[in-house]
């Protein structure tokens, strides 16, 4: 069979992006810039369907021509596509051609589906959305697509039938990480992406899933269940990517990386005892950090973490079930800095509970931590969440008919004590203040000055600074010696839109 998976994007969204990158007059944080990665859940899809014969093309409708995108689904049996709900409405768009223009059996999957089958359906965008991870799912469907009669005993799956919505018994999560198939990366032109990138790299997800219980946070897609592959599966994955496509570094876009404290403290050594020598980064929660971890983290590589913060208010975190306080985040943050790493806080503008007051605490906080970097994104409500039913009076418009971005964002609904302008202005003053307490000379040397601290606190860190030093150049050896040499040869004069973050001098 010949299947084609397409990842629908917001071309609203697209265009806005760069059009803000290019303009230099404009503030920018991180985020400003859409970065491009190949989408991992249809390259997950396609591992599965190589296996079992099919032939499958990927198309990113962050990158491709619509052209091209239709010549593929002429030329494909079925036609799958892949939707977040800030996409939902640019994906509602290609089913529509799939199904409707070219006469193609059309399945959509992905958080939107998920959530918002109807959308979709009651479009005549597809013929079945997939609810939740679709691993097993795709596979059936490929097997049945044909004979309606077996869609009924489909786990996972909503359809139309006799007019009306019908939807089978939730599939169970995949529990064997270790079973899922290495990503079809070779469909891609990962060259390409890389090319497009800011930060060039290859991604990898190890795990899924996250226990936590965020409000703003959709856990749909699976159900707050965690589960990760093994230590040797993981590890093999990121040296399959090293080995093949020999990239400047990995990013790993697991929900929860650190969650488990023993699995992440072995795949460091398991990386180390293998030799190999690539950086990485991955995804956080400051509270999960501790001193071993974060030392053999960055031992083997990781050069730079994100902490989901989202708030320094006390009372906001409390409002979005975060289950963090300001002391473990003061005492994670100063944990990173003592061990020089490189870390960032993702921070959350616009929850109805929020005053003025909760504002200036975080800019308190992030002046307090000093994050290397900060990406403030202003929130917008997502079917499923519990944030969403709590918003639902204050919405302006259906979610899914807004091509948002969470740093390009629509109003659609009206906060209760900002206008959509003054949430603006607000994630403004936390950039300038983040740029005011990081930047410049004096910063600088207050953090040298921690990390002699913790060395002179903790002699075990000499030795693991000229380990990391070592490490460090037989990666930059690696990297020298490929297209990517920019990266750590300072050829490249981008440093400062390489990171993503202003100049103090910038955003005064």
């Known amino acids: 069979m010949k299947v084609v998976l397409?990842?629908?994007k917001s071309q609203a969204i697209r265009e806005l992006a760069g059009e803000l990158w290019?303009?230099?007059t404009k503030l920018k944080g991180e985020m400003a810039r859409d970065e491009i990665y190949p989408p991992l859940g249809i390259t997950i899809l396609a591992s599965y369907l190589e296996e079992a014969g099919h032939t499958v093309k990927l198309f990113d409708d962050s990158i491709a021509m619509l052209d091209d995108i239709k010549d593929a689904m002429r030329w494909a049996d079925m036609v799958g596509i892949s939707s977040l709900t800030p996409n939902a409405r640019r994906a509602r768009e290609l089913g529509q051609i799939s199904k409707q223009e070219i006469g193609r059996f059309t399945v959509l999957g992905g958080p939107h589906p998920t959530t918002?089958?109807?959308f979709f359906l009651e479009a005549d965008a597809g013929d079945i959305c997939v609810q939740g991870e679709g691993d097993v799912t795709i596979m059936e469907i490929v097997e049945h697509w044909q004979d309606r009669s077996?869609?009924?005993d489909i786990q996972g799956i909503t359809f139309m039938k006799d007019g009306e919505i019908f939807q089978t018994p939730r599939r169970p999560l995949v529990r064997d990480m270790d079973a899922v198939p290495m990503p079809a990366y070779h469909l891609w032109d990962i060259k390409e992406y890389m090319t497009l990138m800011v930060n060039p790299g290859v991604t990898a997800i190890t795990s899924r899933g996250c226990p936590y219980e965020c409000t703003f946070?959709?856990?749909?897609?699976?159900p707050r269940k965690y589960r990760s592959m093994s230590v040797e599966k993981t590890v093999d994955l990121l040296e399959h990517i090293i080995t093949t496509y020999n990239p400047p570094q990995i990013i790993l876009f697991d929900d929860l990386f650190t969650i488990q404290r023993k699995r992440v403290i072995a795949i460091c050594k398991?990386?180390?005892k293998r030799g190999l020598y690539f950086e990485w980064l991955c995804e956080s929660r400051i509270d999960t950090m501790d001193y071993e971890m974060l030392r053999w983290m960055r031992k083997a590589g990781c050069v730079k973490i994100a902490y989901g913060l989202e708030s320094g208010s006390p009372d906001m975190l409390v409002t979005m079930k975060k289950g963090v306080t300001q002391e473990k985040v003061i005492r994670g943050a100063k944990l990173n800095r003592e061990l020089g790493m490189y870390f960032k806080f993702f921070m959350l503008y616009g929850f109805p509970e929020e005053q003025q007051k909760d504002h200036r605490i975080s800019e308190e906080i992030v002046g307090k931590t000093r994050p290397d970097s900060v990406c403030v994104s202003l929130l917008q409500p997502i079917p499923g969440t519990t944030f969403y039913e709590q918003i639902k009076p204050y919405l302006t418009q259906d979610v899914a008919e807004v091509e948002f971005h969470y740093w390009?964002?629509?109003?659609?609904f009206k906060h209760p004590n900002f206008t959509h302008e003054e949430l603006h202005a607000e994630r403004e003053r936390l950039i300038k203040a983040h740029a005011k307490a990081t930047k410049g000379i004096v910063p600088k040397i207050h953090r040298k000055i921690e990390r002699v601290i913790a060395m002179v606190k903790h002699p075990e860190l000499i030795g693991d600074w000229f380990e990391i030093k070592r490490r460090k150049r037989k990666h930059q050896q690696r990297v020298a010696k490929t297209e990517w040499k920019y990266v750590v040869d300072g050829?490249?004069?981008k440093d400062i839109a390489r990171q993503q973050v202003p100049t103090l001098g910038k955003t005064a």
């Open 408 to 412: 390009h964002s629509t109003e659609c």
């Open 150 to 152: 077996k869609w009924e």
């Open 217 to 222: 946070c959709d856990a749909e897609m699976t």
């Open 116 to 118: 918002n089958p109807e």
């Open 491 to 493: 050829s490249n004069q």
């Open 22 to 24: 290019s303009d230099e």
């Open 270 to 272: 398991e990386i180390v």
């Open 6 to 8: 397409i990842y629908a």
